[in-house]
């Protein structure tokens, strides 16, 4: 005998708007440990209901493509200023080393 998957009406939408909002019926059950069967008689009985759901959960998931976006772009400006400033160090570095080449009294005025 198979065990009931038991849970208030409140998550039952929720669980419904995810398949309306663009989700497979069976990665959304397996998600929750539940039948497949079982979400799409829900997605049946309740998706009259979760309208407002759904709009919250699309504009979501716009909201959640943006930050992706905007992570991106700032790891891509984050690589270039580390590469920029480990340019800088290795001049910084080669500058030093001339400088104690052509004049080392100068050296101990820097430090």
């Known amino acids: 005998m198979k065990r009931r998957f038991r849970c208030p009406v409140t998550v039952k939408r929720e669980l ?3 398949v309306l909002a663009g989700y497979r019926v069976e990665a959304v059950a397996r998600q929750h440990g539940m039948s497949p069967s079982t979400l799409s008689t829900w997605v049946r009985q309740y998706q009259d209901e979760v ?3 759904v709009v919250r959960k699309q504009d979501e998931a716009k909201q959640m493509k943006l930050d992706a976006a905007s992570l991106h772009e700032l790891q891509n400006k984050y690589k270039e200023a580390m590469k920029l400033l480990g340019e ?3 001049e910084n570095n080669i500058l030093k ?4 080449k052509t004049n080392p009294a100068a050296l101990k005025d820097l430090k």
Do not use: F
């Not at 080393?97 to 104690?100: A, C, G, Q, V």
């Open 51 to 53: 309208g407002d759901i």
């Open 97 to 100: 080393d001339l400088l104690k």
């Open 16 to 18: 419904v708007a995810e």
């Open 88 to 90: 800088k160090e290795l």
